[in-house]
């Protein structure tokens, strides 16, 4: 395409459509200050509309193997930025890489003006996009945050990823329709480091969401809609959980009634993830 006929990339929608979402993820409190990051694998024919894929800003180390999103373009955000200001700045904010083809370096296609450089959890999203791939061809968000009840969930809520499943599905009626795969668990680890990166993506072989334990939670899906859907609706049973877990417990959707629920909308549910029947 002729430099000329080139849209704004402020206008493209993979670029409002973070900006939206990060405000709103800011504004419900899941992304104070710098935290949360998020990456989007992008059409090379959609970018080729806003941007000349044959310029490279410049080339930043990655510190692992890429090799298997060698050439793809990502849409990632920046190392340090604050969520709330992603929509009012973006080519501060973002930035447009390409996986080198020997896999080590991300070719800056645009944004992370200043100097910036991706996020600092780049190995977990580059490992999960693999892993997710491998699981779902169309997968192309990969989303972390951290919203509170989660968070405050993992301090008084035993650390097994299937009672963990089990408690949010019994909170709403809603969890197992969204999540009816579960979601992975993780132990507290040192972020930004290749080793959370390969235990999120080893448990994103199996989860579209896995939480790291007193840290926060990644999602994942074929939009941002559904990556962010997914973690809003284990938020909300998260909410309820903490709301409810100090009281006397009433009431109750017992799990007869959670599996006729996952069997009258046909939902391939973690059937393992229900206790055993005594
Ligand atoms: O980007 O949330 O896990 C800041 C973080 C690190
Ligand atoms: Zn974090």
Redesign the pocket.
């Given at each position: 395409m002729k430099i000329s006929s080139m849209k704004s990339i402020f206008t493209a929608p993979f670029v409002t459509e973070i900006g939206k979402t990060a405000g709103n993820m800011y504004r419900l409190g899941y992304d104070e200050r710098?935290?949360?990051?998020i990456s989007i694998l992008l059409d090379e024919n959609m970018v080729s509309e806003y941007l000349d894929l044959r310029f490279v800003k410049r080339e930043i180390e990655i510190g692992f193997d890429a090799k298997e999103l060698a050439g793809k373009i990502l849409i990632v955000t920046a190392s340090g930025s604050y969520f709330k200001n992603i929509q009012s700045t973006p080519a501060e904010n973002l930035g447009i890489i390409r996986i080198s083809a020997d896999g080590s370096k991300a070719e800056l296609l645009w944004g992370l003006n200043g100097g910036g450089k991706p996020?600092?959890?780049l190995p977990a999203h580059i490992m999960s996009h693999i892993s997710r791939l491998s699981a779902d061809h169309d997968n192309k968000v990969i989303l972390?945050c951290?919203p509170t009840n989660l968070l405050a969930m993992t301090f008084v809520h035993e650390l097994d990823e299937k009672k963990f499943t089990h408690t949010l599905w019994q909170m709403c009626t809603e969890s197992i329709m969204i999540f009816p795969d579960g979601i992975g668990l993780l132990p507290w680890m040192v972020?930004?480091t290749n080793e959370i990166g390969e235990a999120t993506a080893e448990k994103m072989r199996e989860f579209r969401l896995v939480v790291w334990a007193m840290?926060?939670i990644y999602g994942s899906g074929r939009t941002l809609d559904e990556a962010f859907g997914l973690i809003e609706t284990a938020e909300k049973a998260a909410q309820v959980y903490m709301l409810t877990a100090h009281l006397p417990r009433l009431n109750t959707i017992t799990d007869e009634q959670l599996k006729s629920l996952a069997e009258s909308l046909n939902l391939n549910y973690r059937k393992d993830f229900f206790p055993k029947q005594k």
């Open positions: 710098n935290s949360g990051n996020t600092s959890e972390h951290h972020c930004g840290h926060g």
